[in-house]
């Protein structure tokens, strides 16, 4: 289903573009307008080199184009994937892009450099767009049935604008709401998910804590005890997204009875006296994420609240597994964005009288970056594919989360190279794009534990240890 806006394919190589008219039809279209070609041949005749050199200058200065040179548009879809969702889908990306164009990255960098999430543009945006509508069906138990696929395009949409506001929205529709729709009790998907669905209640996640990160599948510490009808948490918890500011704070403890861990909503947590909750400051990466350091002491919470369906750990991964392919998509939005600031940097700015596109050297920083960009998102749209069929291991989503971060961190230091002094200056957005990478290099499992899950799968030996 095509319409007149789509484009059929956008490879943005110039091939399709109408050929210059022969000189002849141009200078009778020029005649056409009323030009006196004659005159304007013997002005332009009667100047010696130096003249027009002095009068191109001038020209060049006042902004006139000169050289005739009209670059191709940067297309970081080269292979146009999204050429493969339907017309409805489409129009949900385009609105995508015109809001994190118009409205997110007018604001990013200063909010970045705030250390802040800027939840007066993001709240009322995302709820507009109403995004998750395409990727859950209606009753939110199931998935549209490319949802994957769409989730993972719109997390690329975002994150080639921005990372911190991909992993805004995936801290709380991924992590947080897939907490609820894997472990809740059908009271509890009831109570949460519409709120969670229409943005009015924000969610974070509670897992890392500031001793146990990559071993914390066994290592949690943070204890749970049941005392009557309510739970009482003791322990700490670090990097957690959105909670500086969170409705609801999912957290992951230790049952002492047991031993098994288990999950907790907090609801309102700035209200719970044994909640605290202090921004973590001093990051290069991901700044405009709120990662809060949350102190649990005697924090009450009701049985009610408790993830009825989460017996163990095993559920904790089962939400991870499904998390962690939006990261991968994280990666290949921030390679496809830093794709297209460079192509447009580089067939704009003049070196030696001509863009610097027209150098061989960084003609080969392009195709590299697109190389990658292209194979990343192949990678992850078979990825999101198996998703929506029931078939994605785990293994398969680590080793899209193990490779997109390593390419993406090859493409944004090659677009930041690129863009020479300029490429560190927020202003030209490269700058963020290489300090966020560093984020996705090292969250929802680090790149050696992730490639760890790969070796076990490929080899059947367990290298944790
Ligand atoms: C910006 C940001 C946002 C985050 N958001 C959240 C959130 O919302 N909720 C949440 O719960 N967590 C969150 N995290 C935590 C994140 O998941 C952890 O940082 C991550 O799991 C790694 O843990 P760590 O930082 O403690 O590193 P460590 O586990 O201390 O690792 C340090 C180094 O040792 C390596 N290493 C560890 N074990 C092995 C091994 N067996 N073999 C080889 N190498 C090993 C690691 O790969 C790494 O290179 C966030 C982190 C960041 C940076």
Not at 352 to 377: C, R
Request: proline content about 4%; aromatic content about 6%.
């Amino acid at each position: 289903m095509e319409t007149t806006d789509r484009p059929q394919s956008h490879a943005g190589d110039g091939a399709d573009e109408p050929a210059a008219p022969p000189m002849s039809e141009a200078w009778t279209a020029l005649q056409g307008k009323g030009l006196d070609l004659d005159r304007l041949a013997d002005a332009l005749g009667g100047m010696d080199a130096k003249t027009l050199a002095a009068a191109t200058k001038a020209l060049e200065r006042a902004g006139a184009d000169v050289t005739g040179y009209r670059a191709p548009p940067p297309n970081g879809d080269y292979y146009d994937i999204e050429g493969l969702i339907t017309e409805a889908q489409w129009k949900k990306m385009a609105e995508v892009r015109e809001f994190m164009e118009t409205e997110v990255e007018p604001v990013i960098n200063e909010a970045w450099l705030g250390d802040r999430t800027p939840l007066d543009v993001l709240v009322p945006g995302f709820k507009k767009l109403d995004l998750l509508d395409v990727i859950y069906g209606e009753d939110l138990e199931t998935r549209e049935p490319n949802g994957s696929v769409m989730e993972g395009l719109i997390t690329m949409e975002i994150a080639r604008v921005d990372v911190s506001t991909a992993t805004f929205f995936g801290v709380h529709s991924g992590l947080a709401m897939q907490s609820v729709l894997v472990c809740g009790s059908e009271e509890q998907k009831a109570e949460w998910l519409p709120k969670m669905r229409d943005w009015s209640v924000i969610g974070a996640f509670g897992l890392t804590e500031p001793h146990v990160g990559s071993a914390i599948s066994g290592g949690v510490t943070t204890t749970a005890r049941r005392e009557g009808d309510a739970w009482v948490l003791n322990g700490e918890k670090k990097w957690i997204g959105n909670s500086t500011f969170a409705d609801m704070v999912v957290i992951w403890a230790r049952d002492e009875a047991d031993n098994q861990v288990k999950g907790f909503i907090i609801r309102d947590p700035q209200d719970n006296p044994g909640y605290t909750v202090e921004k973590i400051r001093g990051k290069v990466a991901l700044r405009a994420v709120e990662n809060g350091q949350i102190t649990l002491t005697d924090c009450e919470v009701p049985e009610s609240d408790r993830l009825q369906k989460a017996e163990s750990f095993k559920q904790v991964a089962e939400v991870l597994k499904l998390t962690r392919a939006g990261v991968a998509w994280q990666a290949v939005g921030c390679a496809m964005g830093a794709y297209e600031k460079s192509q447009r940097y580089a067939t704009t700015r003049m070196q030696f009288g001509k863009p610097i596109a027209s150098f061989q050297l960084i003609q080969e920083k392009l195709v590299h970056m697109l190389g990658n960009v292209t194979a990343l998102q192949t990678m992850c749209l078979r990825l999101s594919q198996l998703q929506d069929a029931g078939q994605m291991s785990d293994a398969q989503a680590s080793l899209a989360k193990v490779f997109t971060a390593a390419r993406c961190r090859d493409v944004v230091a090659l677009a930041r190279d690129l863009h020479g002094g300029n490429g560190i200056l927020l202003e030209n957005h490269v700058a963020r794009y290489f300090c966020d990478t560093e984020a996705i290099y090292s969250y929802e499992g680090t790149n050696e534990i992730n490639s760890l899950i790969v070796g076990r799968a490929v080899t059947g030996l367990s290298a944790f240890v």
